[in-house]
């Protein structure tokens, strides 16, 4: 951990030592007749439960939550391959629990002892609880003996112009996502994770979001960002199983088949200078972003969802939208048909002591295929020709290699890596 962000605790928490046997039966409460399952203090309607096994991790192609709660991990000095192992058993086994809506053990009989569950999420639904775990590029030195199963994709992120990012806001050896449509469903997922990982890990950075900027099922209505506009509108949506396999998920092509059905994670912390947007011209606030602020339709349009005329010019023979409009820059159409798989959040950090101005923007994260060819391209088009980069400022980066899902009881998080 940065020493800034404070030191872990001297107690070292037992691996496995809390009562997560039985995992499988959290699934079968789920599924009762009654439609709901047991819940310290509560009870969790099944239909408020995502599926925790299956060929990818949730979290991913998952309708995109509310809130988020994300964390990067470090592991412990002098920690064996063993330990990582552990952890990620242990944390599967957890995770599995809290995303069918229970408590992380059963047994808290025990006064004189510390619960095994930290309590906030008694009595609450499970709020689509997933739970999204990857692998930083730094996993991969030498002190696991994985140098030579780092993927080919798991690349360093470059710097790109206009960066400002700290370090203490940035890279990881371990992450996780866990999103909900409750807050504190999401945060209890982190906090009781990083207990268990006491003795084996340490918390890096944490970033909390309050609401979700990107809509990934054509049930959802396109979210706004703290802009004010519309945000992911041509975003990838579950339903299309096609252009996932083609641009999300990892397939054959990889050099590490342990990601075979994986994905890569790049999280980028955003932040958005409001109080100099806020005094902008609509017609300029449209001009950045090529869209109306109302309706979310592309300029020269009138309803959202409608092609983005990219080619269109008014009656001076002005392009409609700019050639330096955020829209254009990032469209497939004009990045050789890339696409990225967007799942952003508003967060908020208070106040800038040094300016008094907002610490607010978004906390940018996206799955794709291959980072070298998903989000790299991509973001170096942005970073040099993007009106909108007079208004924002990335303060913190990461990249993770996302292993594919968990295929039942006691498998855990890149088990054929670790094995």
Not at 168 to 188: E, I, K, Y
Request: charged share 20%.
């Amino acid at each position: 951990m940065d020493s800034s962000r404070g030191r872990p605790s001297r107690r070292s928490a037992l691996l496995g030592a809390v009562g997560l046997a039985g995992v499988g039966s959290a699934a079968a409460a789920c599924a009762d007749s009654s439609g709901s399952s047991g819940s310290a203090g509560g009870s969790t309607v099944a239909s408020q439960v995502v599926a925790f096994h299956g060929a990818h991790q949730a979290g991913i192609a998952t309708d995109a939550q509310d809130r988020l709660a994300f964390a990067s991990f470090d592991m412990a000095p002098a920690t064996k391959v063993a330990d990582l192992r552990a952890l990620m058993t242990t944390w599967a086994a957890a995770a599995a629990r809290m995303t069918a809506g229970r408590a992380i053990a059963d047994d808290e009989s025990r006064p004189q002892s510390p619960p095994e569950d930290t309590g906030e999420a008694v009595g609450l639904a499970a709020g689509h609880l997933t739970i999204t775990v990857g692998f930083g590029p730094t996993l991969f030195d030498q002190r696991f003996g994985l140098a030579g199963r780092r993927p080919a994709a798991l690349v360093d992120l470059p710097a790109m112009p206009g960066d400002n990012l700290e370090a203490s806001r940035s890279g990881g050896d371990l992450c996780v996502q866990a999103c909900a449509d409750d807050p504190q469903v999401a945060f209890h997922a982190v906090r009781n994770l990083r207990r268990l990982a006491q003795g084996s890990a340490v918390l890096r950075w944490l970033e909390l979001g309050f609401g979700r900027t990107s809509t990934t099922s054509q049930t959802q209505a396109t979210p706004r960002n703290l802009m004010g506009f519309k945000d992911g509108t041509n975003n990838i949506k579950s339903q299309d199983t096609a252009t996932l396999a083609q641009h999300v998920w990892v397939g054959s092509e990889t050099d590490q088949t342990w990601m075979r059905g994986g994905s890569y994670l790049v999280a980028r912390r955003i932040r958005m200078l409001l109080e100099s947007w806020d005094r902008d011209y609509l017609a300029d606030q449209q001009n950045v972003f090529g869209r109306a602020k109302d309706t979310g339709a592309p300029l020269g349009t009138r309803t959202e969802f409608a092609t983005v005329p990219l080619t269109a010019k008014d009656a001076h023979g002005e392009l409609v939208i700019g050639a330096d409009a955020h829209i254009r820059l990032a469209a497939p159409a004009t990045n050789g048909g890339v696409r990225i798989l967007r799942r952003g959040y508003s967060y908020t950090d208070g106040v800038d002591p040094e300016t008094g101005e907002l610490d607010a923007g978004l906390f940018f994260l996206c799955f794709q295929r291959d980072p070298r060819t998903g989000f790299i391209p991509v973001q170096r088009r942005l970073a040099a020709h993007d009106a909108l980069n007079e208004y924002i400022e990335h303060t913190g980066s990461a990249v993770f290699a996302v292993p594919p899902g968990l295929r039942g009881d006691g498998d855990y998080w890149g088990s054929a890596l670790l094995a």
